[in-house]
């Protein structure tokens, strides 16, 4: 459990430097900065969310749950609201863009780097 949320730490640490290189209104100062990004966005998906998607639960149902990237969109806001200069977002739309981007890569990495890792490692 506690590998698991490590590893899922620094592939949000690297999503986010990746995203802060090629994205220009999403602000990273380092590799620093995206991991402290990375442990308050991991501890505000902990407790944040699940009101916020308990409060909007209509709106998610009727939107077939994409409202979600509103919240997660919302929460990276949070994120930099918390940690200041070192890691900025030029307003909702470039956070919604990028919680777009986020989310995709980390399903890609997800499903195509971590859990054929962890099948290999069970099967031998």
Known sequence: MFMNWIISLLVNT???MVVAGYYEPFKLE???AALLASIILSIF????KP???LLTLPVTVLSFGLFLIVINAV????TAEVMGSSFEIDGFGAAFLAAIIISIL???I?????EPMQ???RSS
Do not use: H
Request: charge should be positive.
């Open 51 to 53: 009101v916020l998607v």
């Open 75 to 78: 929460l990276l806001m949070l």
């Open 119 to 121: 099948k290999r490692k």
């Open 30 to 32: 380092g590799a620093g």
């Open 45 to 48: 998906n902990l407790f944040i």
């Open 14 to 16: 690297v999503v986010l």
């Open 110 to 114: 997800q499903n195509f780097i971590i």
């Open 106 to 108: 980390n399903l890609l």
